[in-house]
């Protein structure tokens, strides 16, 4: 077996003492962001009886709004799960996160694709969020899609499913989630769009809500776009078969 000549064999040493240096320092980085990201979650326990006044959502319009010289809006009256429309309900639940009633907080065949046309496209493209991932940001975190606000929202959405009921989970959502410029939640959007209160929305309305929850700064149920009437039209149809099939005996 032919022997390195010395110098060769101590700049090979010391390579990989380098990379052996390198790659403890990264470990130890990256589990001090972990363990920060951990110990500086929020405690969710309470929510199971005690209602969100305000969520970071809401906060960040009030500055984005104050930035711009406007007075912030803020229009939301909370209703308990029973007062707020088995349609509507359904509408979102087959709009936004059909498994709801049976994943654990993270739909892990949404997560993988997101992940993998993510890792093509070399930037964060494809959501994959629950609704309980996405009443996580909403509550505590903000819009930006950085990777460690990404893994801070997956261990919240965990940690709602362990202290909360599914049906609890779903009424904070429907109660705070924006669906216009400073209305939040559903009784305060169905009585800004269709003049009646959330537990009276028909079919055809809880669709054209549940349609414009991916932007609803830009879309409006009362004045739906060509795209928003197409997309309405999608969710009534599967309200239609999720109904038939008793699929969504829970959201009533």
């Known amino acids: 077996m032919r022997r390195l000549p010395p110098r060769r064999r101590r700049f090979g040493d010391v390579a990989l003492g380098v990379i052996g240096t390198a790659i403890a320092s990264v470990s130890a980085v990256l589990f001090g962001c972990l363990a920060y990201t951990y110990l500086t979650l929020p405690d969710v326990r309470s929510l199971a009886t005690v209602n969100p006044r305000q969520t970071a959502f809401m906060e960040i319009r009030y500055h984005e709004a104050r930035r711009k010289g406007e007075e912030p809006k803020q229009d939301q009256e909370w209703v308990d799960y029973r007062n707020i429309s088995p349609n509507l ?116 309305e809880a669709a054209l809500m549940a349609a414009v929850l991916p932007n609803p700064l830009r879309w409006s149920p009362a004045k739906p776009t060509r795209y928003i009437t197409s997309r309405a039209n999608v969710i009534q149809q599967r309200m239609m078969i999720v109904a038939r099939d008793g699929l969504a005996a829970c959201a009533d």
């Open 89 to 204: 309900k359904r509408a979102v639940l087959v709009a936004e996160d059909a498994a709801f009633w049976s994943h654990d907080g993270l739909d892990y065949d949404e997560l993988k694709k997101a992940i993998e046309l993510d890792w093509q496209k070399g930037q964060l493209v494809r959501g994959a969020s629950t609704i309980t991932q996405q009443l996580a940001k909403n509550l505590y975190l903000s819009p930006s899609r950085n990777p460690m606000r990404k893994l801070r929202e997956l261990i919240i959405a965990r940690r709602l499913e362990v202290e909360l009921k599914k049906a609890r989970i779903l009424e904070i959502y429907l109660n705070v989630i924006e669906w216009g410029d400073g209305i939040y939640g559903a009784e305060a959007a169905a009585r800004t769009f269709f003049g009646k209160p959330a537990a009276n929305l028909t079919k055809r």
